[in-house]
């Protein structure tokens, strides 16, 4: 449960650290049948009398493709290969963080049993309450979600966040009262950006597409199993671990390809979606490009198109005043019928504006994420753009809907999200065995 941040242009802004792959994924090419110089390749069926034949890689060739491709496996592995690793661990981690973050910190997370027979209170009043006991002006609020039974409360000038009781308005403590709400926040920063801000964003997505783009490829490629038996008992042996009577360096071997293969798509997959985040624009542009899709009118590109508040005076003439919290949410009540609101930030200075999401169901589960939001005028509530999930073009709902719980693992439920914990620890695993086999080859060279 990360520390939240002000919202950013896409539906989806790099989280305040958020980590946690698509490239074809085709065998190459099978040499013809007859490899023997003394027997000529095999005519096409349909090739007219006379046609010369296909000309079929020769050893060297073929020698020289399997070189080109273990060079680029292992240097990209031995580089990429690291931050991926990093990557993938923190992302398992952080995969069940919500169901973690409840247990291990009840205290804050969880509504007090003594007030649970009470009907929650209004979002206004929670705030108000908050206010009188903090003496300070509420800046954000972050509804109950995804396990958090409790308001999460931002106080003007003030770092720490505060818990409240949605019931009573009661504060129950801060964010720094709760080590594992920043234990998930630094695993989060970590699997984004190794906690080196925007440079950060782009080694991981650089990285996450060396993985999608050249280590499976070539893993692939290299792994393939060859030879002249059925091509069902080859990919049986090569999905296998010879674990009796094989030295450690087979059994390192075998351990190595088969992870790779048997985790190969789920990898491409996670690489991909998550380098989204490292790269938005330009992912955006692809994903409308492929499918054909206009830009999304709630994310124009260019800081110059985020929506402003112009300061102006009244019908007196008198300066209009910013709205409160409860005069905001009065004014948009009937914004998103059927939908649960989020998050609420207030504007920080004069020409800010007030940013306010909405979120379908507040429990974790499959499906996509639909999540409304509205940008509005701090003078009188009145939205200046807003983003509809159910009629926004199909490239904007594959990123802001669908690449979210892909990413995640939730978009089938408890089942995705173990498939997606479980394949952020492989790219850790081939990593070290990578660098085993790379290590025990370069063994004689070190002793000479």
């Not at 110089?37 to 095999?42: Q, S, W």
């Amino acid at each position: 449960m990360a520390t939240a941040q002000r919202p950013a242009r896409r539906a989806h802004p790099r989280p305040a650290a958020g980590a946690p792959l698509e490239a074809p994924l085709g065998a190459p090419p099978h040499g013809p049948p007859h490899d023997s110089p003394n027997e000529p390749p095999n005519e096409p069926p349909n090739a007219p009398p006379g046609a010369p034949a296909p000309r079929a890689p020769t050893p060297a060739r073929r020698r020289a493709r399997r070189r080109l491709a273990v060079l680029l496996h292992l240097w990209v592995g031995l580089t990429a290969g690291l931050v991926v690793s990093v990557v993938g661990l923190t992302g398992s981690v952080y995969t069940f963080a919500p169901e973690l973050s409840a247990a291990l910190a009840p205290r804050l997370l969880r509504a007090p049993d003594a007030a649970r027979g009470r009907a929650p209170l209004a979002a206004p009043e929670v705030v108000r309450r908050v206010e009188a006991a903090a003496g300070a002006r509420v800046e954000s609020v972050q509804w109950p979600l995804r396990g958090r039974e409790t308001y999460w409360l931002k106080l003007a000038g003030r770092d720490a966040w505060v818990y409240a009781d949605p019931r009573t308005g009661a504060v129950l403590g801060t964010d720094r009262d709760a080590r594992v709400v920043r234990f998930f926040a630094w695993v989060l920063d970590v699997h984004t950006s190794l906690t080196l801000g925007d440079v950060g964003y782009v080694v991981t997505g650089t990285a996450s597409l060396a993985l999608a783009l050249v280590l499976v490829s070539t893993g692939l490629f290299l792994w393939w199993p060859r030879g002249g038996r059925p091509l069902g008992a080859r990919l049986r042996q090569g999905f296998a671990v010879r674990w009796r009577g094989a030295s450690a360096r087979r059994r390192t071997f075998d351990l190595h390809g088969a992870a790779g293969a048997w985790a190969g798509i789920p990898l491409v997959v996670l690489a991909v979606t998550g380098s989204y985040w490292s790269f938005p624009d330009v992912g955006q542009r692809l994903v409308d490009g492929v499918t054909g899709s206009a830009p999304s009118a709630a994310f124009p590109a260019g800081a110059e198109a985020e929506p402003r508040s112009v300061p102006r005076a009244g019908p007196d003439g008198r300066p209009l005043r910013a709205r409160t919290v409860a005069e905001v949410l009065a004014a948009t009540d009937t914004l998103f019928p059927g939908y649960a609101r989020r998050n609420l930030w207030m504007p920080a200075d004069r020409a800010g504006v007030v940013y306010l999401s909405w979120i379908r169901g507040t429990a974790v589960a499959a499906g996509g994420e639909y999540r409304p939001m509205a940008w509005l005028d701090q003078y009188d509530a009145r939205p200046l753009r807003v983003y509809d999930p159910e009629r926004a073009p199909l490239g904007t709902r594959l990123t802001n809907v669908w690449l979210p719980p892909v990413h995640f693992g939730e978009v089938g439920g408890t089942a995705t999200r173990v498939l997606v914990c479980a394949a952020g620890l492989v790219p850790a695993a081939l990593y070290v065995t990578g660098v085993l086999l790379w290590w025990r080859r370069r063994g004689p060279r070190r002793a000479t």
